[in-house]
């Protein structure tokens, strides 16, 4: 099996490398604001894009100890509000709100996407010192993304935000130093950048720095210390780290076996859609191991991870004595997952009203004297 780290380098020269969420424009547009008190709100709200300056900054004034009328326009999905508030800061070079802008225009919120305007705005930014601007700028120039591919280029600007503590530019430079090509090949830099990412809170970087230390990859050997990393990474939901974390309680490797926290693992990794832990977790309740014994929930899980291409014949024969019925009872479950199969009475189609009563030739006439 690849490294978890070593296929996350590869990852990143296709373009598939970590990149900061909509949220991390709060390090730069929200000036000094905790990025804690602004997670959790996303593109997908549709208010009002009409909303006046004063609306976004009693919205701002609100949420936040100080007033960012932008940046409290953009948390909460006043793009087009945001947009006009940090026009005229960005036009006096103001490094935050060309980074706000870029977002704007990078995302399409608000506006058409245009990703080679917002990598104008980035590079302005990035001039300016903003290490959020310099690292999405990066980002842009490492897929060609709005300007000509240049890796090299994206490495640059990566080490030029790492140098200023920015957790995603050091985890994708790390990552750029795993795979040698575009960054100089040095597993020790790469595990030093990892470190930093992963003391950082990025639930990736901790995810991948656990696998060095395990693995001594970059980094003198630490099981436990590794292991620690890894679920670090589960606890943030990162299903990957969810699914290995499990594996490692089950095995007990270099920690305490402890299987009934692996089950545990393995079902949050099903219930998030990994096909590996659906399968895993469906042997498990196969064979009752840590769990009651449930052959058709097990034969659910197995029919959600062969629709994702995961097939086990050792499963397969666990659940070869299920009965025709059980097997299309888990066949259902599975089809309707993750909501249940709708009741018999839910299935039927509502009956049609029955029609209005015709009018007698009375009342279709006169009334009567």
């Known amino acids: 099996m690849m490294a978890a780290w070593a296929a996350l380098a590869v990852a990143a020269l296709t373009g598939l490398a970590y990149a900061a969420p909509a949220d991390d424009v709060a390090s730069t547009a929200g000036a000094h604001i905790d990025?804690?008190?602004?997670?959790?709100?996303?593109?997908?709200?549709?208010?009002?894009?009409?909303?006046?300056?004063?609306d976004a900054g009693t919205i701002s004034q609100d949420v936040f100890s100080h007033r960012d009328d932008a940046y409290g326009a953009f948390q909460r999905g006043y793009?087009?509000?945001?947009?006009?508030?940090?026009?005229?800061?960005?036009?006096?070079?103001?490094?935050?709100?060309?980074?706000?802008?870029?977002?704007?225009?990078?995302?399409?919120?608000?506006?058409?996407e245009d990703v080679s305007r917002a990598s104008n705005w980035y590079a302005l930014a990035a001039k300016g010192g903003d290490r959020m601007a310099a690292f999405e700028l990066g980002l842009l120039y490492l897929n060609g993304n709005g300007v000509t591919e240049d890796r090299k280029k994206a490495a640059a600007l990566f080490q030029e935000a790492s140098d200023k503590g920015y957790a995603p530019a050091q985890y994708n430079l790390a990552l750029l130093h795993v795979q040698g090509v575009d960054a100089s090949p040095d597993l020790v830099l790469a595990a030093s950048l990892m470190k930093s990412a992963a003391d950082s809170g990025l639930a990736e970087a901790e995810y991948d720095y656990g696998n060095m230390l395990i693995e001594g990859a970059g980094v003198a050997p630490d099981t436990a210390a590794g292991v620690h990393e890894v679920g670090l990474a589960a606890a943030q939901g990162l299903v990957e780290a969810e699914v290995d974390y499990a594996t490692i309680l089950y095995l007990g490797q270099g920690v305490p076996r402890d299987l009934h926290t692996?089950?545990?693992?393995?079902a949050q990794a099903a219930n998030a859609g990994n096909a590996v832990?659906?399968?895993?977790?469906?042997?498990?309740l196969a064979v009752g191991e840590g769990v009651p014994q449930d052959l058709k929930q097990?034969?659910?899980?197995?029919?959600?991870?062969?629709?994702?291409?995961?097939?086990?014949?050792?499963?397969?024969?666990?659940?070869?004595?299920?009965?025709?019925?059980?097997?299309?009872?888990?066949?259902?479950?599975?089809?309707?997952?993750?909501?249940?199969?709708?009741?018999?009475?839910?299935?039927?189609?509502?009956?049609?009203?029955?029609?209005?009563?015709?009018?007698?030739?009375?009342?279709?006439?006169?009334?009567?004297?």
């Open 298 to 369: 097990a034969a659910m899980w197995r029919a959600l991870a062969r629709r994702q291409g995961l097939k086990d014949s050792q499963l397969d024969g666990l659940l070869a004595g299920l009965s025709p019925k059980d097997l299309a009872d888990a066949e259902e479950l599975a089809r309707f997952w993750p909501s249940p199969p709708p009741t018999a009475s839910e299935a039927q189609p509502s009956a049609a009203p029955a029609p209005a009563p015709l009018p007698s030739v009375m009342d279709a006439s006169q009334p009567a004297n």
């Open 79 to 112: 793009y087009l509000t945001a947009l006009a508030l940090a026009l005229p800061r960005a036009e006096k070079s103001d490094p935050a709100a060309q980074t706000l802008i870029a977002e704007i225009y990078a995302n399409g919120l608000g506006v058409a």
């Open 35 to 54: 990025n804690s008190v602004t997670a959790g709100l996303g593109p997908d709200a549709a208010p009002d894009q009409s909303a006046s300056a004063d």
């Open 262 to 266: 692996a089950v545990g693992w393995y």
């Open 277 to 284: 832990g659906q399968n895993r977790y469906a042997k498990l």
